[in-house]
């Protein structure tokens, strides 16, 4: 049992919620630790209240109350699957992890992250992914890496999502929800699509909302065809 | 200009900014205060940063930076429209408000918020809702005041959403991510559904991305049969 807040464990953990490094990532809570467990990831460190640490040390940011952190280290997917996603500049780790959650639900695929978007593995994104990240590890990789089919969303695009007779493998492509994709990426995006939305509606829609959409149009696009 | 922090005002916007009451809500930012005003919203207290008042007295959730914080009276919308929503038990503000944003976006009618929700007026849920909160106030009623076609979104349905033949005016009905709705509503839906998701994926998505994609289902169905 540690009863000292000078543990190097607990030092590690604390660091690792300030800034992560050495490819390792922090999970807290018994449904993240359980969603590792259950996916075959083995801690690096496991500490729970308690049993191996006094409770008031256990590093959490969530306050107190977490009665269990995984330390991890980091796995990255290739680009694949018939169905998968593609962000490009999502800066918000919430919607990262949520969209990780999403095409877990959804797709066969990664979500392959591009320059500039979150972290997956800080604990905001670890969280929203509701222990996905285990099951589903992201990948990383430039636009021009992909290979398949890619469908650039873009609210200026002519065809609904609905509409396009794309060759899978698909690759859903977003970016984030004010800024769009860049327009190079759009040029060489095999397809464009756009999401309809009501004329009266607001401009967008949240990026973890569009990609949930664009997996689900395109999951029943592609099981339709099977 | 406001030079005390104790003048009233701004004691009231931190009063609210606590806990509501009296039916007012705090907006906060330029882009929530351009959309209150945009529909036709008038402020109660209108306080902007260095023109109004001091600006490090501008009391604010978000921290230093807020530059123009609005206290607004609560609206209530009655249920109707050809497609909306209704949410039972839904506690989290983020959820709410991002539902209210994808319902501007991709329904007719207003979000209807049945016991044990989030506060739609609360700071969290009004940022989440970029300003759609303003366009499209939310509802209050109970499941049994709803008129027209009730489609309970349940992931042990035997219809996928897209099967559905329904009448409208359609109102979908969603619960908490892990609970779901409660049995009784479901017995009393008119129709109940399922999104389909992979057999190796998640046991739920979040009520926000299940929201987002049936709205953008029963959305194409109503549109295909106008």
């Given at each position: 049992m540690i009863t000292s807040k000078d543990n190097q464990q607990l030092k590690t953990i604390r660091k690792l919620l300030q800034k992560r490094r050495d490819g390792l990532f922090v999970a807290e809570g018994e449904d993240l630790v359980d969603a590792a467990a259950a996916n075959g990831w083995e801690p690096e460190i496991l500490l729970r209240a308690?049993?191996?640490?006094e409770p008031d040390l256990l590093p959490s940011s969530?306050?107190?109350?977490?009665?269990v952190v995984g330390v991890y280290r980091e796995r990255w997917s290739q680009p694949g699957g018939e169905l998968s996603v593609y962000l490009h500049a999502v800066h918000d780790p919430g919607n990262v992890g949520t969209i990780i959650r999403s095409a877990h639900a959804l797709a066969d695929g990664p979500v392959i992250l591009g320059p500039?978007?979150?972290?997956?593995?800080?604990p905001k994104a670890v969280r929203a992914s509701m222990g996905s990240i285990f099951a589903r590890p992201p990948g990383r990789a430039d636009f021009e890496a992909l290979g398949g089919t890619t469908i650039a969303l873009d609210?200026?695009?002519?065809?609904?999502?609905?509409a396009l007779e794309a060759q899978p493998p698909e690759v859903v492509c977003l970016g984030a929800?004010?800024?769009?994709?860049?327009s190079a990426l759009l040029r060489a995006a095999t397809l464009t699509a756009h999401i309809p939305m009501r004329?009266?509606?607001?401009d967008s829609i949240n990026v973890g909302m569009a990609a949930a959409i664009a997996l689900y149009e395109r999951r029943n696009r592609i099981t339709a065809r099977a």
């Open positions: 308690g049993e191996d640490v969530l306050g107190s109350g977490t009665r500039d978007c979150a972290d997956p593995y800080g609210r200026a695009a002519r065809s609904p999502l609905s929800e004010r800024t769009g994709l860049p004329a009266d509606g607001p």
